[in-house]
């Protein structure tokens, strides 16, 4: 099975370009909820209350994000232990999961590709890009949230030129309202995936 990683910065519009590949048949794995699930499974939540203690998870066994969210935030070694925890299971899982797919390929979405150097893991690569301008108004829309909000969680990420420059496809979604233009490029990119897949 043909395994492809379609990426891109907060505010491109990836979801929306992973709906369109979806029309066309394409299984797409969104790996941040797939991600989110591991943490209910027997052997990451001990290991995780092992490294983090007990108050990891709430009462109903569901991963406590503030807590969480606040020790990755302030602490890199712990970032680094929740990785190596989750991405090991993560990948397992959609490597098995992409073996039940019947298509000339698949897409594993995430954010984060290239920063974590996944990208060897798979045999192309889609980045879907838009314009800091475009970015910056959906996602103050979407989160409902000021500006400099979403300019601080920009900057954590690569620039979209040094991404495109990585990627083997590379999608513009610049606008809104012109889903056909946006089809079109995803189509080119379907083909040649679809070709490369024979």
């Known amino acids: 099975m043909k395994k492809v990683a379609i990426t891109g910065n907060i505010g491109s519009g990836k979801s929306w370009v992973c709906a369109l590949f979806e029309k066309l048949g394409i299984p797409v794995f969104y790996s941040d909820p797939e991600a989110k699930l591991l943490y209910y499974r027997a052997d990451i939540r001990e290991a995780m209350q092992q490294r983090f203690g007990k108050e990891i998870y709430l009462s109903d066994d569901a991963i406590n994000k503030p807590l969480l969210s606040s020790l990755i935030f302030n602490d890199r070694k712990a970032m680094r232990d929740v990785e190596q925890l989750l991405y090991p299971a993560l990948n397992a899982w959609f490597d098995e999961w992409a073996e039940r797919q019947d298509a000339p390929y698949v897409l594993y979405e995430s954010a984060i590709i290239f920063e974590k150097h996944l990208a060897e893991r798979f045999d192309a690569t889609v980045m879907v890009t838009a314009s800091r301008k475009t970015r910056l108004r959906r996602v ?11 300019l601080e969680r920009m900057k954590k990420q690569w620039s979209d030129k040094r991404k495109s420059a990585l990627a083997d496809y590379v999608i513009l979604h610049d606008t809104d309202d012109d889903e056909e233009a946006l089809m079109q490029q995803v189509m080119q990119v379907h083909e040649a995936l679809t070709r490369a897949s024979d």
């Open 140 to 150: 103050m829309l979407r989160d409902h949230c000021e500006a400099e909000v979403v």
